[in-house]
């Protein structure tokens, strides 16, 4: 089987990618010469008989970098599947709407099936409109025991997968991009009311603990 290529993109020329170096099972990563940082896209590539298949994250290097914005409106050619957008700070949230777009040979893809997994076990299908583009609503899946108090909403994470395919002359294209998303916010103030709530109804609870007591003294 041949190995998958891993290429990286950085702000300042979407157009233009290195190759990065294979370290092992994996790849050693760094920003690109000349980029200040940020996100870079990087897309992982395997071509085998009759099928092509590919990998897609945005990633931030260290630094304040250029806008990701010309990363995310230069589709490659081939099946290419991306945000129209990513989060200025922290994650993608649960119960919140993002837009990705579906090209094919740099042009939007209407009416294609898109599959959304994430690491808490949803599984939800959208269809691309005639623009290509799919709205998708992250579902609230995150139990209640998976957010740490005290690390908060902000530092738990889960990673999720969207996938898409298409098939031309007969060779099965299949693209995925992946990142992680948060809980709500709003969970993570839940947490603390409810902590609240439990330490006033303990202290409330003491002087009827005392009262009944006394009384079966």
Do not use: C
Not at 19 to 39: E, F, I, N, R
Not at 53 to 73: C, D, E, N, V, Y
Not at 105 to 133: A, C, I, K, M
Not at 145 to 161: E, N
């Amino acid at each position: 089987m041949p190995e998958a290529e891993l290429r990286v993109f950085a702000p300042e020329s979407p157009g233009h990618s290195v190759l990065a170096d294979k370290q092992g099972d994996g790849w050693q990563l760094a920003a690109l010469p000349g980029s200040q940082g940020g996100y870079h896209w990087l897309l992982a590539e395997r071509v085998e008989s009759g099928k092509v298949l590919r990998a897609a994250t945005i990633w931030s290097f260290p630094g304040k970098g250029s806008s990701p914005q010309g990363l995310l409106q230069t589709p490659l050619a081939g099946l290419d599947l991306r945000p129209v957008r990513v989060p200025d700070k922290g994650a993608f949230r649960e119960n919140s709407s993002w837009t990705f777009r579906v090209t094919w040979e740099g042009l939007p893809l209407p009416g294609q099936e898109v599959l959304l997994e994430t690491e808490n076990g949803s599984h939800q299908r959208f269809v691309s409109g005639s623009d290509g583009v799919v709205k998708v609503l992250f579902p609230a899946d995150y139990p209640a025991d998976a957010i740490d108090p005290a690390l908060g909403a902000v530092r738990t994470r889960k990673a999720y997968l969207l996938s898409v395919a298409h098939e031309h002359e007969g060779v099965q294209h299949l693209s995925t991009f992946s990142q992680f998303y948060s809980p709500a916010l709003l969970r993570e103030r839940s947490l603390m009311w409810g902590a609240v709530f439990a330490g006033v109804g303990m202290l409330l609870a003491v002087p009827l603990i005392r009262r009944r007591e006394k009384k079966h003294a």
